[in-house]
């Protein structure tokens, strides 16, 4: 069964950094695309970044330049890394696997339950 | 402001059909395949069409989708009121080198 787990969210004040991490089982992450979307409180859908299983990256514009991608295949997680955060970026991050039905650009197939990010 | 441009909200009586367009641009839905989410409330999104038009499978077969040119749109028939909920348009966009959503639809089943 494919799952996600989000962990890593929390509490942090503007200008700060937080490491996100995204558990996946059923699935490797070495083999797919996964990737990040948030949603602001009240808001609607904004994706983040994705990570190819090529290792080629993607990310969206409002946070390009401030966030960081990656993975570790021995422990099947992928990992997102802000830095400099602020007030606009208090959200629900939740990861997803993408293309896992036929290989396509934004077809989210599976998403995590979501971890919250406060920057106050 | 989303690149992909939703209708905020649709509201239709239950039994009945709806659609919800999404318009973008020849560097998004116009070039690129379009796929369709249903967030129901306090949940995370839900895959509901795949490949422009194709219906996962455990999704109802009342959910249907369609694109022309750069526009696309997804239809609901035989609305019950546990559709209720915010539909998301996504497609890839050349130009931005990036996923793009639409800004949501609500629906209310009156």
């Known amino acids: 069964e494919v799952q996600l787990v989000e962990t890593g969210g929390g509490l942090i004040q503007s200008g700060g950094s937080l490491r996100l991490s995204c558990a996946a089982s059923g699935f490797l992450v070495s083999n797919t695309y996964v990737s990040w979307v948030r949603q602001a409180p009240g808001k609607g859908l904004e994706f983040v970044s994705s990570?190819?299983?090529?290792?080629?990256?993607s990310y969206g514009g409002s946070l390009k330049g401030r966030i960081t991608i990656s993975r570790d295949n021995s422990k099947n997680t992928v990992y997102l890394q802000m830095t400099n955060l602020g007030v606009d970026d208090t959200a629900v991050y939740y990861c997803a696997r993408e293309g896992g039905l036929t290989g396509s650009f934004g077809e989210f197939d599976f998403w995590g339950q979501g971890t919250v990010v406060t920057v106050s | 402001q989303s690149v992909l441009t939703q209708p905020p909200s649709v509201s239709a009586a239950p039994r009945q059909r709806v659609t919800i367009s999404c318009s973008g641009t020849n560097s998004n839905i116009g070039d690129n395949l379009v796929n369709w989410y249903q967030q129901l409330p306090g949940e995370a999104p839900k895959l509901l069409i795949y490949y422009d038009d194709q219906v996962p499978s455990g999704v109802s077969d009342r959910f249907s989708a369609s694109k022309s040119g750069t526009s696309a749109s997804l239809a609901i028939s035989g609305l019950q009121s546990d559709d209720e909920a915010t539909y998301y348009c996504a497609s890839w966009d050349d130009s931005l080198n990036a996923i793009l959503f639409g800004g949501g639809t609500k629906l209310t089943v009156l």
């Open positions: 990570l190819h299983s090529g290792g080629a990256t």
